[in-house]
């Protein structure tokens, strides 16, 4: 290895490190999808609160999940025509409040949130939580310690001690001792709740909403969550069952009441909800709007300019096309910036009409071109009235394209005019110079890449990466500097050595 092309190298290895480390930071981050199109599911949930209203001022507060495992909240509002509405966060209590002076007869508000299922956090608590204090009467402290008794005598740990209890616990056991507690608690969750934290084992009640797709007027169910192993288990105070499933969202936890209602009565809570799945570029831009990636990219920008830099980051992948056409194949083309241009142009107006409409143009020029060599103008006032000409000609053809129903008549303005007006001349001076050959080689040369580049453009991938992901532009400038770098022969050279390695052979 040459070693005074160490620093060459390592540039390109930082370009592209660079490019493909950032990308994947953008993509962790912002969660931005690799691929176009990607879908991701989210479940839509309302909350229903009807009431009687007594005439007065009237205040409700709903309890909201402050942050509900293996769900990530997107957006909520609330539809309640006439009230005031705010969410109240104090010390990771969200609650949802409606307020309104006067209020008559039945009222019903709504409370609608979507959240998005993502991987549960398993991160273990930081601190040892304390056990509730415990009261009883004196016969239900009896049939209490009876139970831990034997709940305790037949489990090793908080989990195994909760599965007993809810064994104890249930109807069909013909235990006096539960029957007797089951008798004066409101839920089975309160009263297992009470027994572990007894047991010396931390417990909190928990209201969990069950998701099933276009379900309505469902209600909370109360669940237990158990300290155990460092974090907080999830038990089914019914079941037995342990962990969080997918379809659960844990909509409060500990003691907060879930619905206050004042100066209202007969009130009550449910819930609808459905599933859906929404793009995923769209969740990504509403959730990580204050990320330093999202504030650095062009989504802050109006649609207008949105749409000018989506053209100009494929840029580079035309220039990268040109080069290694160039450099690698040794194709000849009018220019370096033509093709590229042209293959944006192609974008507008699609392949065939394109190609039609630049073929019509050029050689249209040209013809105009020969007669403006008899009238001896300078090369300024030449390339002028090119230019003027080339006006008149995509005006004339995207009229007569509109008026034949081709819409994209009207797209062959995106030429660009100085340029083909450039081309023009010098195609032009190259018929009068090398012949009618080398125009058509160079012109088919450019018409051939412009079209590789266009293909290559048009690709839905690419066009998404090149878009959302610009540092990937590093790695195509590292690649044109590689291929800069090259000096041996281009394929189009190789047949001119096929009569040499011939003779080889022979001798």
Do not use: C
Not at 100 to 114: F, H, P, S
Not at 373 to 393: G, M, P
């Amino acid at each position: 290895m040459n070693r005074g092309k160490i620093p060459f190298y390592l540039l390109v290895l930082s370009l592209i490190g660079a490019g493909l480390t950032t990308a994947w930071l953008r993509h962790s981050t912002t969660e931005i999808p690799l691929v176009p199109g990607e879908q991701k599911p989210v479940w839509l949930i309302e909350a229903r609160v009807d009431f009687f209203a007594d005439g007065g001022a009237t205040t409700i507060t709903l309890d909201l999940p402050d942050e509900a495992p293996a769900f990530r909240l997107i957006r909520e509002q609330a539809a309640s025509p006439g009230y005031g509405f705010a969410v109240l966060d104090d010390q990771k209590n969200r609650r949802a409040e409606w307020t309104k002076r006067e209020a008559y007869g039945l009222q019903t508000l709504y409370y609608n949130a979507q959240y998005q299922p993502v991987e549960a956090d398993t991160a273990e608590s930081a601190n040892l939580p304390k056990t509730q204090s415990v009261y009883w009467s004196e016969p239900q402290s009896t049939a209490a310690r009876e139970l831990l008794r034997g709940a305790l005598a037949r489990s090793s740990t908080p989990a195994s001690t909760a599965r007993e209890l809810i064994k104890l616990l249930n109807p069909n056991a013909a235990d006096q001792n539960a029957e007797l507690l089951l008798a004066n608690e409101s839920s089975r969750a309160e009263l297992l709740v009470k027994l572990l934290n007894q047991a010396e084992v931390p417990a909190r009640q928990v209201m969990a909403l069950k998701l099933e797709d276009a379900r309505r007027r469902q209600v909370l169910q109360p669940m237990v969550e158990l300290y155990a192993d460092g974090r907080w288990l999830l038990i089914d105070s019914m079941t037995g069952e342990q962990g969080l499933p997918d379809n659960l969202l844990l909509w409060s936890r500990g003691e907060n009441s879930q619905l206050d209602v004042i100066g209202g009565q007969n009130s009550r809570l449910t819930f609808s909800m459905i599933r859906q799945t929404v793009p995923a570029m769209a969740l990504s831009q509403v959730q990580f709007t204050d990320n330093l990636f999202s504030m650095l990219g062009v989504y802050s920008l109006p649609i207008e300019e949105q749409s000018m830099f989506k053209m100009l980051f494929l840029l580079p992948l035309g220039a990268m096309v040109v080069v290694f056409m160039r450099v690698m194949i040794g194709l000849k083309t009018a220019g370096t910036f033509m093709p590229i241009l042209i293959s944006l142009a192609f974008l507008q107006t699609s392949l065939v009409p394109g190609l039609i409409s630049f073929v019509l143009i050029v050689g249209l020029g040209l013809l105009l071109r020969s007669y403006l060599s008899y009238l001896n103008l300078l090369l300024v006032a030449r390339i002028a009235t090119l230019i003027v000409l080339v006006i008149f000609l995509i005006s004339i053809l995207s009229l007569v394209g509109y008026q034949l129903g081709f819409n994209t008549g009207i797209t062959i303005t995106f030429f660009p005019m100085i340029i083909i007006a450039w081309t023009i001349e010098r195609m032009s001076i190259l018929w009068e110079e090398e012949g009618a050959h080398e125009v058509l080689i160079q012109g088919g040369g450019s018409l051939l890449v412009a079209v590789f580049a266009f293909l290559l453009m048009n690709i839905q991938v690419i066009s998404h990466l090149s878009f959302n992901f610009p540092e990937l532009n590093l790695v195509i400038l590292a690649l044109i500097l590689m291929m800069g770098q090259y000096t041996g022969y281009k394929l189009s050279e190789l047949h001119r050595f096929r009569s040499m390695s011939n003779a080889n052979d022979v001798d």
